[in-house]
């Protein structure tokens, strides 16, 4: 069972708005954080950003003052969590994978993965 399941991906404009879904299926233990990866074909895995069950947050700098991540609960086992993405741009177009894990921001070390959304701005 993947333990975590995202949806929301697309195709989208650009200029235009997506939000993505993270839902846990099960209860895990000892989690700091849920963060959002994404990877294009040929790039470098990309941490975009990672929320906390207290609510601190963490963007990468490609993504500031355009995506938003936030969660509905503060228990980070048993949540949804959501990244809102505005203004996208074709550079982001790839597969947004959510994670959960240990630390937070720079520190955040992912130990449970989804099986991938796609979003896709058409240039």
């Known amino acids: 069972q993947v333990p975590l399941v995202e949806s929301g991906g697309g195709l989208v404009q650009a200029g235009g708005s997506l939000r993505l879904s993270c839902a846990a299926s099960?209860?895990?233990?000892?989690?700091?954080?849920v963060g959002w990866y994404r990877q294009a074909p040929g790039k470098q895995r990309e941490l975009v950003s990672t929320i906390t069950p207290s609510g601190s947050t963490n963007y990468a700098d490609s993504v500031k003052g355009r995506f938003t991540i936030s969660r509905d609960i503060a228990d980070i086992a048993k949540t949804a969590v959501y990244l809102q993405m505005n203004s996208l741009q074709h550079e982001d177009t790839t597969g947004y994978y959510c994670?959960?894990?240990?630390?937070?921001?720079?520190?955040?070390?992912?130990?449970?993965w989804g099986q991938g959304t796609q979003v896709t701005v058409p240039s």
């Open positions: 994670t959960a894990g240990y630390g937070s921001g720079m520190g955040y070390s992912p130990r449970y």
């Open positions: 099960g209860r895990f233990l000892g989690i700091d954080a």
